[in-house]
């Protein structure tokens, strides 16, 4: 059974007392700059790709890749080559891939890298084509094997059994819809094989649905386990080694006269909750009744009880309202906490269904507007326009912050662990390590860091680590924001923009009133923007043909 978690913040760890971040006129010096002798490899939406889903991914996706292991980081240019830049300014090609055609046609997705250890890398090309660069004795053993068009999200290496699960990411259609899908790899790595081209063998195939944008993925190291963040739940729709199990279908009952409990909708923003239950016709004529307590709610029409149970959070029960609408019974609750986001209406409670809020979803698809606009506006700022097919835009698309955090065990094929993040708990910014991972996630008005840590089992620690006060709002307010980057020691964050602009925000003392910010101006003659990391004290930026090394801190 899911079990469903309750991201609290740490009230020790809020800070009430916090107004602003104020400008500093100090910036980030520049440690140096690279020009490149090849432009990085950087993918055009074609025709075929009208949808919002693939608008998003082209939009925000970074041809910077982290290495979570040392303090490195890696791009891909035009060519293939797989450069290498670490802190101490050095930038070497340590590969040429000749999988990577920037002009071949078959390559639909950007390509895209993943560490699965600190000796093993794992390249997409973006097209067909999966390769593993396995470092043995200062030299690569190179493996290539062909897939499904996609890209490579995350990547571990299992050393108990010398597996390596790939995470890869793709958009899929059917039936003139398009949607996620997730597809996991599991190859079997054998280092003292005699014939080394057969040292690495494919052992598993899993595939996964969600409706839907995927925002994250990351896998355990044990490789049982992947968190994912999403704006649906998540599917399974093939193993190759052990088949889904379809779920019994309900069974239909033959007494026309039993009562049946309707399925009820629920929907959520910041202050209240409104409930959708339906009302068989039979009682069409019956008065409903709720009943409202601070901790618990039932409906019931007759002698009918259509929901009940004890609720999450407190009410404010005595502003409970509701009316009939023909068939539906609409219910308004009141929170007694204002700003908390719940993860479901009553404890324990599967049989209802989350509906994203409007309001929201318009407010979202006016804040994407200048990336996935129908039209070429004449007044960009510099800023790129994307176009897609607004018939392909489905509710879920909307609701771009309405993203669901879930840990899934991938042989069990079920979700131990979900969190509603809803529309207070955008994700900021996601930090991968070594072992576990940092998420930042929006919380009212704050930027709230947890870490979250793994195990062999079902049991899943996430614990609040640090704050950034205020920065719900400040990350709100930046609209041509793409990417938010921040180190592992939450020093300051990064936002940065698609052109000219990055803003640097440092993590104030506790307690403190005011925080700093520093604006980075790159000058109107700079590239966009094409990737963004941080290693360590320095912040990094790429562009198609230059990087650049900041120094944010002493």
Known sequence: MTKIVDLRPDK????????KYQFCSDTATPKCEKELKTEVLRLELNSSQDSWLE???????????????????????????????????SLDLIYTSKNIDSKSSDCLYN?????????IIIICNGGGKLEFLIKKDESFNNFTFDIETAVVLDARFVKENSKIVVALYKIDEEKGKKFSRLIYLSYIYDENSEDQSQALKLLRTQNLRVKGAVEHVYIEKNGNFSHIISQDHVEFDYDSLNPIKNKDEPNQSTNESQIKIPQYCWSQDEDSITVYTKISEKYSKVTAKVEATPTSLTISVGDVVLLSGETPHRLESDLTTWKRKEDTLEVELSKSENGLMWSELLKGDTGGEYLPN?????????????????EQESNTQGQPAIGFNSEQLEECDLSGSENILQRIDLNAHNITHMAMLGSSNRVLFTEKQSSGQIICLRHDHDGCTWLMRESDDEDWDLEHIYTFPGFGYVEASKTNKKFCVSPPDGSYIAIVEHTRHAFLYEKPETNATTGRQRILDFGSEMSPILGATTLKKYLIILTKDA???LQVYS
Not at 77 to 89: H, V
Not at 111 to 119: G, I, W, Y
Request: proline share 3%; hydrophobic share 40%; aromatic share 14%.
């Open 358 to 374: 409007e309001a929201l979803a318009a407010e979202i698809h006016s804040r994407l507007s200048h990336l996935c606009s129908s």
């Open 12 to 19: 020790k760890l809020l800070n009430s007392k916090f107004e």
């Open 55 to 89: 608008a998003r991914l082209f939009a925000f996706h970074n041809h910077l890749f982290k290495n979570p292991y040392d303090s490195t980081c890696c791009f891909i240019d035009n060519n293939g080559g797989i450069w290498k830049f670490a802190n101490d300014g």
């Open 111 to 119: 390509p895209s890298l993943a560490f699965a250890s600190k000796n």
């Open 547 to 549: 990087l650049y090394q």
